[in-house]
């Protein structure tokens, strides 16, 4: 089966860029990266997705290896909002597959 | 525009009940999907519907299942609850047929199994 593997936790400095770490040494060839965030008791919140070229918008940007197996999330300038658990997720037509999230906090 | 509803926010079934639970994706989304998540597993993909099709289901037994209506409004349900199935269900929408591609979630379903 596929796995995501993400590191359980990460610190950030305010204003500092955030990269976040997500590893699927097993996806296909047809299969999206997606980047989604949850902050407590709210549902989680898309922020970027990806097939194999570095992809940018106004939350983040996704930079995705050649080969595939890994990516990083990276928010530029990390804010006090962007405390949250962030999860990596592989997608293919028949196969979702979550990695089990890193909470990233933010410190002032 | 109005998010994703989901009804009811909170329930609590008893052992071999049923429980249905509901979704109302955003206006003009036509696909759903629905998820699990629980402190042990985290997040699982249950089904994906799109113009009142699955296209897709994750590893779940034949207890849990789901139907997507002609308004795009969905409802999952799960028979012979068991203690297990305690989580929060998530459900998502999408303008897309890859239900992943910007997909707005609800807030969930809460449901506790005694």
């Known amino acids: 089966d596929a796995k995501t593997t993400q590191p359980p936790s990460m610190d950030c400095a305010e204003g500092r860029a955030a990269n976040l770490p997500c590893n699927h040494s097993?996806?296909?060839?047809?299969?999206?990266v997606y980047w989604y965030r949850q902050i407590h008791s709210q549902g989680p919140q898309y922020i970027i997705h990806g097939l194999k070229n570095n992809e940018t918008n106004e939350m983040a940007s996704l930079i995705i290896t050649e080969d595939r197996k890994s990516s990083t999330l990276i928010l530029p300038h990390a804010t006090l909002r962007d405390t949250a658990v962030y999860y990596c997720i592989v997608r293919g037509y028949q196969k979702v597959t979550f990695g089990t999230g890193t909470k990233l906090q933010v410190i002032p | 525009k109005a998010g994703v509803t989901q009804t009811p926010r909170y329930l609590i079934k008893t052992r071999g009940q049923q429980v249905t639970l509901s979704c109302s994706p955003i206006s003009g989304h036509r696909s759903v999907s629905w998820y699990q998540q629980t402190p042990g597993q985290g997040l699982q993909f249950l089904f994906e519907?799109?113009?009142?099709?699955?296209?897709n289901k994750g590893n779940f037994p034949g207890r849990f299942s789901g139907r997507q209506f002609s308004n795009s409004r969905s409802e999952m349900n799960v028979s012979t609850l068991e203690l297990g199935d305690s989580a929060l269900y998530l459900c998502?929408?999408?303008?897309?047929?890859?239900?992943?591609?910007?997909?707005?979630f609800g807030q969930g379903t809460r449901l506790t199994v005694v």
């Open positions: 519907y799109f113009s009142e099709t699955q296209r």
């Open positions: 097993t996806i296909s060839g047809n299969e999206y």
């Open positions: 998502a929408s999408s303008t897309e047929q890859s239900s992943m591609a910007e997909a707005f």
